[in-house]
């Protein structure tokens, strides 16, 4: 099934260098909890999209974004960029390295689920949505994700840890067409 469609949110990156490699952690001196997020940008007949873009951006583990109008009060981190582009390779592949984002308060009632935000253009569309992780208590509350028909599709699914130690998740995203 396609993955279902997200708002852009207010918070995309600006003026800021992305990150090319996959590595938002500077080498893992981010604060926070390391994790990486693994995936296949895929069409609806389960074929994988070679050279698909992905910009991605997220808060860091204190739920704030790097960007000048982020009202949250939370500290920013130095070691943390939170803002990537890359390229799927020929199996349609991604892979970050990244910190698990803190949630952050939207209003006075209510709380954002930890999320990753995905802009991914394909050959012929693009799609906006976001990754929410596994397990989230916010997740049942936050009005965004459950806004979709089926919100599994936007919760990415663990997988075994790494050499390293890392909690590993896997994110599939399938566009329509490709």
């Given at each position: 099934?396609?993955?279902?469609?997200?708002?852009?949110?207010p918070?995309?990156?600006?003026?800021?260098?992305?990150?090319?490699q996959?590595?938002l952690?500077?080498r893992?001196?981010?604060?926070?909890?390391?994790i990486?997020?693994t995936?296949?940008?895929?069409?609806?007949?389960?074929?994988?999209i070679?050279a698909?873009?992905l910009?991605i951006?997220?808060?860091?583990?204190?739920?704030?974004?790097?960007?000048?109008?982020?009202p949250?009060?939370?500290?920013?981190?130095p070691?943390?960029?939170?803002?990537a582009?890359l390229?799927?390779?020929?199996?349609?592949?991604?892979?970050?390295?990244?910190v698990?984002p803190?949630?952050?308060?939207?209003?006075?009632?209510?709380?954002?689920?930890?999320?990753?935000?995905?802009?991914v253009?394909g050959?012929?569309?693009?799609?906006?949505?976001?990754?929410?992780?596994?397990?989230?208590?916010?997740?049942?509350?936050?009005?965004?994700?459950?806004?979709?028909a089926?919100?599994?599709?936007?919760?990415?699914?663990?997988l075994?840890?790494?050499?390293?130690?890392?909690?590993?998740?896997?994110?599939?995203?399938?566009?329509?067409?490709?």
């Open positions: 099934m396609r993955t279902p469609h997200q708002i852009l949110g918070f995309f990156p600006l003026g800021s260098i992305p990150v090319t996959g590595d952690t500077e893992g001196h981010a604060e926070g909890e390391i990486e997020v995936g296949r940008v895929l069409n609806d007949k389960g074929e994988p070679p698909a873009r910009t951006w997220q808060a860091n583990s204190f739920g704030r974004y790097v960007h000048p109008n982020d949250n009060p939370a500290p920013l981190d070691n943390f960029r939170g803002f582009i390229q799927s390779g020929y199996d349609g592949g991604y892979w970050i390295k990244t698990k803190g949630p952050y308060p939207v209003g006075p009632d209510w709380m954002r689920a930890p999320h990753i935000h995905f802009e253009s050959q012929f569309e693009r799609l906006i949505t976001q990754m929410y992780f596994p397990g989230e208590p916010l997740n049942a509350s936050d009005r965004l994700l459950m806004s979709v089926n919100p599994d599709l936007l919760i990415a699914k663990p075994p840890l790494t050499q390293d130690r890392f909690g590993v998740l896997q994110f599939d995203i399938v566009l329509a067409r490709g």
